[in-house]
Nanobody
Framework: QVQLVESGGGLVQPGGSLRLSCATSGFSMDYYAIGWFRQAPGKEREGVSCISSLDGSTYYADSVKGRFSISRANGKNTVYLHMNSLKPEDTAVYYC???????????????WGQGTQVTVSS
């Protein structure tokens, strides 16, 4: 069965770092782009980053450019989101999703994980 499982969230102080993982199974990551999204209380889900299966192209929201990076690892079964210089406004539940080949907006994603909480606070 198709499964995406996020891990790596937690509580971190402003300026700190976390690495989130998206472990996938039940489908081939050779054919799916993997995106990271986040949703804070009272706000809509927003795209954070994505990596394409076609050519490995990466995309970042303006709010995280220069601070976050996305990568594939472990035989392409796992996608990581490296988060640096974290700010309180990064606090949210972070989700990974899968969409065929090319990165897109959230409405196009077919599969989602359960989410992992990231809290940035002193």
């Amino acid at each position: 069965q198709v499964q995406l499982v996020e891990s790596g969230g937690g509580l971190v102080q402003p300026g700190g770092s976390l690495r989130l993982s998206c472990a996938t199974s039940g489908f081939s990551m050779d054919y799916y782009a993997i995106g990271w999204f986040r949703q804070a209380p009272g706000k809509e889900r927003e795209g954070v980053s994505c990596i394409s299966s076609l050519d490995g192209s990466t995309y970042y929201a303006d709010s995280v450019k220069g601070r976050f990076s996305i990568s594939r690892a472990n035989g392409k079964n796992t996608v990581y989101l490296h988060m640096n210089s974290l700010k309180p406004e990064d606090t949210a539940v972070y989700y990974c999703g899968a969409v065929s080949y090319i990165c897109s907006d959230s409405d196009d994603y077919d599969y989602w994980g359960q989410g992992t909480q990231v809290t940035v606070s002193s």
